[in-house]
């Protein structure tokens, strides 16, 4: 987890749109999971990114640049039942490295 | 319910017991892994299984030894358990190893030592 980085907690409204950045150390980078996790809960698979660019999945995208080690997860249209534990985990060396998580709070 | 499943949910028991958490998965993955959460929430592996065989192992006191009986379970005996083995366990599964196999998670074991 040391070697990847993601803002601790994001608060935000209903409706809005929320950015988690994540940045990673390049060595041996293969791609790049996000996962989400529930208060409680098991992490769930979000997306992989492996090329750079934009992939869209719904209301949540992902973005990876390779040369920058660094991607971002895009919440849209938030609902309150987005709220929850985003991990940022980098593909390196045939095994997940996670970071801490970033914490989103949706308010009404 | 195609999933992953760990048995205990919960767990407390004193220090210096040995516990056992068991998993399996019925998604036909060959893959199997064990992560420790702890209070920060690092999600960290700590051993993975690819037909039964060992084939990650972190740095992790030999107090933990896992089995995999076969390719849809795989076991975690803790000996003499201690205070910082308090955490969640995850137990996870994936389609073959390496690069950008996705990993599907149990609903975790809270284990807390007393």
């Known amino acids: 987890g040391q070697n990847i980085d993601q803002p601790t907690e994001m608060t935000a409204t209903e409706g809005a749109i929320v950015q988690i950045n994540c940045t990673y150390q390049?060595?041996?980078?293969?791609?790049l999971f996000w996962y989400q996790q529930h208060a409680g809960e098991a992490p769930t698979f979000l997306s992989y990114?492996?090329?750079?660019g934009l992939e869209e999945k719904g209301r949540f995208s992902s973005f990876l640049s390779r040369s920058k080690g660094y991607s971002y997860l895009l919440l849209k249209e938030l609902q309150m039942k987005d709220s929850a534990s985003y991990l940022c985990?980098?593909?390196?060396?045939?095994?997940?490295?996670f970071g801490a998580g970033t914490q989103v709070v949706v308010t009404p | 319910d195609t999933a992953v499943s760990q048995t205990p949910k919960y767990l407390v028991t004193q220090m210096g017991n040995d516990k056992s958490i068991k998993c399996e998965q019925n998604?036909?993955?060959?893959?199997m892994y064990w992560y420790k959460q702890d209070s920060k929430k690092f999600l960290k592996i700590m051993f993975s299984?690819?037909?039964?065989?060992?084939?990650i192992n972190e740095t992790v006191p030999n107090r933990f030894s896992p089995k995999s009986p076969d390719k849809a379970h795989l076991n975690l005996h803790i000996n003499s358990l201690e205070l910082g083995d308090s955490a969640v366990y995850f137990c996870?599964?994936?389609?073959?190893?390496?690069?950008?196999?996705?990993?599907?998670f149990g609903p975790g074991t809270r284990l807390l030592v007393l």
């Open positions: 996870a599964s994936s389609q073959g190893q390496g690069k950008g196999k996705t990993q599907y």
């Open positions: 390049t060595s041996g980078f293969n791609g």
């Open positions: 990114n492996v090329l750079d």
């Open positions: 985990a980098d593909d390196s060396w045939g095994k997940l490295q």
């Open positions: 998604l036909g993955h060959d893959t």
């Open positions: 299984y690819n037909n039964k065989e060992l084939i």
